[in-house]
């Protein structure tokens, strides 16, 4: 029903009404008016038309469509299990499905709070999935396996990033305590002891003798270092390899320090490793790693980290990892230098004349620099030769000119280029465009100085070529009755040309005496299609200079 209908129903009513209270006849309602608030009217309109009242309050996507606010975790360890109680409130901003990630498979679900709570197992997590707008909290039982590492137990949670993110461990055994590394403990009683976790999603939890909690013994540690840098972006980016080895302390720990402004990519290497990054001053940098479990005392890592380096000219200094309590010793670098800069050792003396085989991999087939401990380099600025970012395969002129002077110039080139182009042309002076295509569509190039022309064109398909075709008009003295010259060019580009043939039409009347220019004449028949008199001219490899040729003609003598 539309707006109109619907008032007249109405109105019917109303009239009805009336006649029913008053038995009177209807009254003369040929000039009335009807005056209705405007939301009232929208209303009605909107209730006319469903469609337009779903456009009306279409809402705007939001930028995410869900998010995990908060998960608690409370642990009540056993003697080779975990059970755990998993609390988690969800945001959802959109009534389209989503999913969001609660908790690791690794863990063994019990049950699931609310029951129709819908909770589902993809990528390795258990996930909540929903199309309501708003907030829904979810709780999971689970339990999960408690391991014996090094005398001590363990067990590993798999939580995915939360606002607020919290784990309580109850039931601890009389003498223990719980160790997570990177973890903030913000209460300990006998009830159980909480701590805020970090961002990453696996926690790993050991639960140790209260007694560890004093200084452990340090190790002395020495480490060997080879360490491949690559020069980019304004940074030296650094793998490097790390061999350490001690004989005594608990052989669990080891403390790196790092240039001040480095920053910390990754750590990896054998078994578990915690890390950490702190700065106990603006100019210390320190890296903190920790293996849990039992003691070894030979350990290899790899270390990725990156440091600012202005690329200037002069000394440059390449820094390795060093030990803060031990020695480090033997360090050796392979070095890439970026794009038009040349790095040289200060001590080439001191410099290994073969690469160890971490380094030989790493480096590939790339041209590295080997470098000294000291790390010292010198940096030099080389200019770069650019090579040509594109080129004319192949061009085609014709030029005719009649008795008057009048020039009629038809070019086309085609051009191969592996990137957009601004290519340009100098017409000859005096020259006027009249028809420009490019790949067979219409386009009017840019005006530039004087007679300069600038045509921008996008990169083409893989191995296609763009193709210009252009026409203009000129003008030249008229031919002489008996002899004389003509100077007649084509338009000149910086691009090299590799080949071009042009076709220089004169009257019949008139036969060529002698030619001079940058081009070469083609022998072929001299009469053209269209009655007019044909020189073929020729030129390869023709760059940044205009193709020109000076004709000196005559009338032939007439036979007696």
Not at 204 to 222: C, D, F, N, Q
């Given at each position: 029903?539309?707006?109109?209908?619907?008032?007249?129903?109405?109105?019917?009513?109303?009239?009805?009404?009336?006649?029913?209270?008053?038995?009177?006849?209807?009254?003369?309602?040929?000039?009335?008016?009807?005056?209705?608030?405007?939301?009232?009217?929208?209303?009605?309109?909107?209730?006319?038309?469903?469609?337009?009242?779903?456009?009306?309050?279409?809402?705007?996507?939001?930028?995410?469509?869900?998010?995990?606010?908060?998960?608690?975790?409370?642990?009540?360890?056993?003697?080779?299990?975990?059970?755990?109680?998993?609390?988690?409130?969800?945001?959802?901003?959109?009534?389209?499905?989503?999913?969001?990630?609660?908790?690791?498979?690794?863990?063994?679900?019990?049950?699931?709070?609310?029951?129709?709570?819908?909770?589902?197992?993809?990528?390795?997590?258990?996930?909540?999935?929903?199309?309501?707008?708003?907030?829904?909290?979810?709780?999971?039982?689970?339990?999960?396996?408690?391991?014996?590492?090094?005398?001590?137990?363990?067990?590993?949670?798999?939580?995915?990033?939360?606002?607020?993110?919290?784990?309580?461990?109850?039931?601890?055994?009389?003498?223990?305590?719980?160790?997570?590394?990177?973890?903030?403990?913000?209460?300990?009683?006998?009830?159980?002891?909480?701590?805020?976790?970090?961002?990453?999603?696996?926690?790993?939890?050991?639960?140790?003798?209260?007694?560890?909690?004093?200084?452990?013994?340090?190790?002395?540690?020495?480490?060997?270092?080879?360490?491949?840098?690559?020069?980019?972006?304004?940074?030296?980016?650094?793998?490097?390899?790390?061999?350490?080895?001690?004989?005594?302390?608990?052989?669990?720990?080891?403390?790196?320090?790092?240039?001040?402004?480095?920053?910390?990519?990754?750590?990896?290497?054998?078994?578990?490793?915690?890390?950490?990054?702190?700065?106990?001053?603006?100019?210390t940098l320190r890296l903190q790693i920790?293996?849990?479990?039992?003691?070894?005392?030979?350990?290899?890592?790899?270390?990725?980290?990156?440091?600012?380096?202005?690329?200037v000219a002069g000394d440059w200094k390449?820094?390795?990892?060093e030990v803060v309590e031990g020695e480090?010793?033997?360090?050796?670098?392979?070095?890439?230098?970026?794009?038009?800069?040349?790095?040289?050792?200060?001590?080439?003396?001191?410099?290994?004349?073969?690469?160890?085989?971490?380094?030989?991999?790493?480096?590939?087939?790339?041209?590295?620099?080997?470098?000294?401990?000291?790390?010292?380099?010198?940096?030099?600025?080389?200019?770069?030769?650019?090579?040509?970012?594109?080129?004319?395969?192949?061009?085609?002129?014709?030029?005719?000119?009649?008795?008057?002077?009048?020039?009629?110039?038809?070019?086309?080139?085609?051009?191969?280029?592996?990137?957009?182009?601004?290519?340009?042309?100098?017409?000859?002076?005096?020259?006027?465009?009249?028809?420009?295509?490019?790949?067979?569509?219409?386009?009017?190039?840019?005006?530039?100085?004087?007679?300069?022309?600038?045509?921008?064109?996008?990169?083409?398909?893989?191995?296609?070529?763009?193709?210009?075709?252009?026409?203009?008009?000129?003008?030249?003295?008229?031919?002489?009755?008996?002899?004389?010259?003509?100077?007649?060019?084509?338009?000149?580009?910086?691009?090299?040309?590799?080949?071009?043939?042009?076709?220089?039409?004169?009257?019949?009347?008139?036969?060529?005496?002698?030619?001079?220019?940058?081009?070469?004449?083609?022998?072929?028949?001299?009469?053209?299609?269209?009655?007019?008199?044909?020189?073929?001219?020729?030129?390869?490899?023709?760059?940044?200079?205009?193709?020109?040729?000076?004709?000196?003609?005559?009338?032939?003598?007439?036979?007696?």
């Open positions: 029903m539309n707006i109109s209908a619907l008032c007249l129903a109405l109105l019917a009513l109303g009239i009805q009404f009336s006649r029913a209270q008053t038995n009177d006849a209807p009254p003369e309602l040929r000039d009335a008016r009807v005056t209705i608030p405007y939301q009232e009217l929208k209303a009605l309109w909107l209730a006319a038309h469903p469609a337009l009242a779903k456009a009306e309050t279409k809402k705007p996507e939001p930028p995410v469509k869900s998010a995990l606010l908060s998960a608690r975790y409370e642990i009540a360890l056993g003697e080779t299990e975990a059970e755990g109680l998993a609390e988690f409130e969800v945001q959802s901003f959109t009534d389209g499905w989503t999913m969001i990630p609660l908790l690791g498979a690794d863990a063994q679900l019990d049950a699931v709070e609310p029951p129709d709570a819908q909770v589902i197992v993809k990528d390795d997590y258990y996930a909540l999935v929903t199309n309501r707008v708003g907030k829904v909290s979810v709780k999971l039982r689970f339990a999960t396996e408690i391991a014996s590492v090094g005398g001590d137990a363990a067990f590993k949670l798999t939580t995915p990033g939360a606002l607020v993110k919290v784990l309580t461990v109850t039931k601890l055994p009389t003498g223990k305590i719980v160790r997570i590394a990177g973890a903030t403990q913000i209460s300990s009683e006998k009830t159980g002891t909480s701590f805020r976790l970090p961002f990453r999603d696996e926690i790993a939890a050991e639960i140790v003798a209260a007694k560890t909690l004093a200084p452990p013994l340090p190790s002395k540690w020495k480490i060997e270092t080879q360490a491949f840098v690559q020069s980019a972006d304004r940074k030296l980016h650094y793998v490097a390899l790390i061999a350490a080895s001690t004989d005594g302390g608990t052989a669990s720990n080891i403390e790196l320090k790092l240039p001040a402004g480095a920053r910390v990519g990754k750590v990896s290497g054998a078994g578990a490793i915690n890390w950490a990054v702190i700065h106990p001053d603006d100019q920790r293996w849990p479990g039992a003691a070894v005392f030979q350990r290899e890592f790899e270390v990725e980290y990156e440091t600012p380096q202005p690329v390449l820094r390795a990892p480090s010793t033997g360090t050796i670098f392979a070095l890439i230098a970026e794009e038009g800069v040349e790095l040289t050792p200060t001590n080439p003396l001191a410099v290994a004349s073969r690469l160890p085989r971490w380094l030989a991999e790493h480096a590939g087939n790339k041209n590295a620099t080997v470098v000294a401990e000291d790390g010292a380099v010198r940096g030099k600025i080389l200019p770069l030769v650019r090579a040509a970012q594109a080129v004319v395969e192949r061009a085609a002129g014709k030029t005719l000119v009649v008795t008057d002077g009048a020039v009629l110039g038809e070019l086309s080139y085609s051009i191969r280029h592996e990137a957009p182009l601004a290519w340009q042309l100098q017409m000859p002076k005096g020259s006027e465009l009249i028809a420009c295509t490019v790949n067979g569509r219409q386009m009017n190039p840019i005006k530039r100085d004087g007679e300069k022309i600038e045509f921008p064109l996008p990169t083409p398909a893989a191995g296609a070529t763009t193709e210009i075709k252009l026409s203009y008009t000129a003008r030249k003295p008229a031919f002489k009755p008996v002899s004389g010259q003509l100077q007649v060019e084509l338009p000149l580009t910086d691009l090299l040309i590799r080949k071009l043939d042009w076709e220089l039409h004169i009257p019949f009347a008139y036969e060529l005496a002698a030619l001079q220019g940058n081009v070469e004449t083609v022998t072929g028949p001299d009469r053209a299609d269209d009655g007019s008199r044909l020189i073929r001219l020729h030129k390869a490899l023709c760059k940044s200079e205009a193709p020109n040729a000076e004709i000196f003609y005559q009338k032939p003598e007439s036979k007696k």
